[in-house]
């Protein structure tokens, strides 16, 4: 729909950014894919961890993504140690510190946590 093409991945790509083999690359990739399909059909909550970045957090038809203040502060080139602007940002529930246990993002308390 609206003329978006899709693009194969490439395996070979991703394996050498990762320095692995191609096969292992593929495993992990068609692995994940797989668990995550599983999870998301049994209506099980997830959270994928993006290193020094945040966590893409799915619950039911809920989907949030929440930054690392640090991230954000290298997104935007500058500190951010203005109290109202952090206070805003905790407030709209984009930040979120690496010492959080992602389970409490959950209502429930119990997520699948990707990568493990």
């Known amino acids: 729909p609206g003329g978006k093409k899709l693009e194969t991945l490439k395996y070979a790509k991703v394996a050498a950014e990762a320095s692995v083999s191609r096969r292992k690359a593929e495993c992990c990739i068609l692995g994940t894919t797989s668990l ?23 619950e039911g038809s809920r989907v949030q993504m929440r930054f690392y203040l640090d991230f ?19 407030q709209l529930d984009m930040v979120m510190s690496q010492a959080v246990p992602i389970a409490s993002l959950s209502f429930t308390g119990r997520v699948i946590v990707f990568p493990k």
């Open 36 to 58: 995550l399909y599983h999870c998301l059909e049994k209506g099980m909550s997830v959270a994928f961890v993006l290193r020094d970045v945040g966590v893409l957090f799915i």
């Open 72 to 90: 954000l502060e290298k997104v935007t080139r500058k500190r951010i140690q203005d109290r109202a602007t952090l206070k805003a940002l905790q």
